[in-house]
């Protein structure tokens, strides 16, 4: 197809803005039955604030006017500067007409100008018990390069179905294995006295977690400047940040962190951001309670709110064991697919 136009996704340009995140809907609804649609207020906020930490580019494919797909590439400026993050959508009404290979060739171009040789992507797989999920992405990317590096198992939390029994039992037998540590929980900004510490679990988050061999994903930058970058961000984004940390009482050391996102213009739905116990603290059921405590407070902040959705390495035995006591359930495989730009 011949006459697609790429355009740069103008965050003042209303009609183009409203267009591509109507798109995005279109593919969620299609692709993916049961996961969060895409708020209209948070991707408008997303256009117009990011962390320093990182570059964005968006651009739209328009087709005699209409917007039939589109593009977001996120580049790490303080770590991992060989990367860009690609994440790419065409209407399922427009597919099979060369939209998504011109898309895929225009962010691969635009990542190898900004010095990317590595460009890490996703599609899904269904699994056994949830809803099929549309497969396409997969021969696509492989078709196009990109190898299969990592598996995910994307999961839900139905909050509505949870017992509050079962839980407050696991919450109890897990504090009776977590003697000498203390809880502390905050909404959008840390204590001042933890930044140092948070800073250091989330570059944990880059190294710690089971990955693939080939996946290309390389120690992280963090420092208490970032992790206030990221709240300032957050915040003036109207996200609702709900984090839970435990210390070890005696040295003070941060044994581990979870923290929820909810986004503007979005109740149903809340997603998990880190979820990290220190490897010197493990085997004390500290991300039993982190899960539990957390998933309280949100409850308590929006109780109406039903689903939490997380995402674990598939071979990450230990802290599926923990999601799954707690409530949540196969939705989908995500698929991590990386291709080196000649």
Same mark, same amino acid.
């Given at each position: 197809?011949?006459?697609?136009?790429?355009?740069? *996704?103008?965050?003042?340009?209303?009609?183009?803005?409203?267009?591509?995140?109507?798109?995005?809907?279109?593919?969620?609804?299609?692709?993916?039955?049961?996961?969060?649609?895409?708020?209209?207020?948070?991707?408008?906020?997303?256009?117009?604030?990011?962390?320093?930490?990182?570059?964005?580019?968006?651009?739209?494919?328009?087709?005699?006017?209409?917007?039939?797909?589109?593009?977001?590439?996120?580049?790490?400026?303080?770590?991992?500067?060989?990367?860009?993050?690609?994440?790419?959508?065409?209407?399922?009404?427009?597919?099979?007409?060369?939209?998504?290979?011109?898309?895929?060739?225009?962010?691969?171009?635009?990542?190898?100008?900004?010095?990317?040789?590595?460009?890490?992507?996703?599609?899904?797989?269904?699994?056994?018990?949830?809803?099929?999920?549309?497969?396409?992405?997969?021969?696509?990317?492989?078709?196009?390069?990109?190898?299969?590096?990592?598996?995910?198992?994307?999961?839900?939390?139905?909050?509505?179905?949870?017992?509050?029994?079962?839980?407050?039992?696991?919450?109890?037998?897990?504090?009776?294995?977590?003697?000498?540590?203390?809880?502390?929980?905050?909404?959008?900004?840390?204590?001042?006295?933890?930044?140092?510490?948070?800073?250091?679990?989330?570059?944990?988050?880059?190294?710690?977690?089971?990955?693939?061999?080939?996946?290309?994903?390389?120690?992280?930058?963090?420092?208490?400047?970032?992790?206030?970058?990221?709240?300032?961000?957050?915040?003036?984004?109207?996200?609702?940040?709900?984090?839970?940390?435990?210390?070890?009482?005696?040295?003070?050391? *941060?044994?581990?962190?979870?923290?929820?996102?909810?986004?503007?213009?979005?109740?149903?739905?809340?997603?998990?951001?880190?979820?990290?116990?220190?490897?010197?603290?493990?085997?004390?059921?500290?991300?039993?309670?982190?899960?539990?405590?957390?998933?309280?407070?949100?409850?308590?902040?929006?109780?109406?709110?039903?689903?939490?959705?997380?995402?674990?390495?598939?071979?990450?035995?230990?802290?599926?064991?923990?999601?799954?006591?707690?409530?949540?359930?196969?939705?989908?495989?995500?698929?991590?697919?990386?291709?080196?730009?000649?």
């Amino acid at each position: 197809m011949s006459d697609i136009e790429m355009l740069p *996704i103008d965050p003042l340009d209303a009609d183009l803005v409203s267009a591509w995140i109507a798109m995005q809907n279109a593919a969620v609804a299609h692709d993916m039955p049961g996961d969060e649609t895409v708020s209209p207020a948070h991707q408008r906020l997303r256009l117009l604030l990011h962390p320093a930490s990182v570059a964005v580019e968006r651009y739209a494919a328009r087709v005699d006017g209409l917007v039939v797909g589109g593009y977001e590439l996120v580049l790490f400026l303080k770590d991992n500067q060989h990367l860009a993050n690609l994440e790419l959508q065409v209407h399922p009404e427009h597919r099979r007409r060369g939209v998504g290979s011109a898309l895929l060739a225009h962010a691969e171009a635009r990542a190898a100008a900004h010095g990317r040789d590595t460009v890490l992507t996703g599609v899904i797989d269904s699994v056994d018990g949830a809803a099929p999920v549309d497969h396409s992405g997969q021969a696509f990317a492989a078709a196009r390069g990109y190898k299969n590096v990592d598996n995910e198992i994307h999961r839900r939390n139905d909050l509505f179905a949870v017992e509050d029994d079962d839980l407050a039992r696991l919450y109890v037998e897990a504090w009776e294995k977590a003697a000498g540590y203390e809880l502390v929980q905050w909404v959008n900004h840390a204590p001042e006295d933890l930044v140092e510490g948070i800073a250091a679990m989330r570059a944990r988050m880059y190294t710690d977690p089971p990955m693939g061999e080939e996946l290309d994903i390389r120690p992280a930058v963090y420092d208490a400047e970032r992790v206030r970058d990221e709240e300032r961000v957050r915040a003036d984004r109207g996200e609702l940040q709900l984090a839970a940390a435990v210390r070890h009482v005696e040295s003070g050391e *941060i044994a581990g962190l979870t923290d929820l996102l909810v986004w503007p213009g979005q109740e149903d739905h809340a997603g998990q951001n880190d979820t990290i116990v220190d490897p010197a603290h493990r085997g004390h059921r500290l991300g039993t309670i982190l899960k539990i405590a957390n998933q309280r407070l949100l409850r308590s902040y929006r109780p109406r709110l039903r689903y939490v959705h997380t995402w674990n390495a598939e071979v990450n035995s230990h802290m599926i064991a923990i999601n799954e006591a707690v409530g949540y359930r196969p939705l989908c495989r995500d698929i991590d697919v990386q291709k080196k730009l000649a």
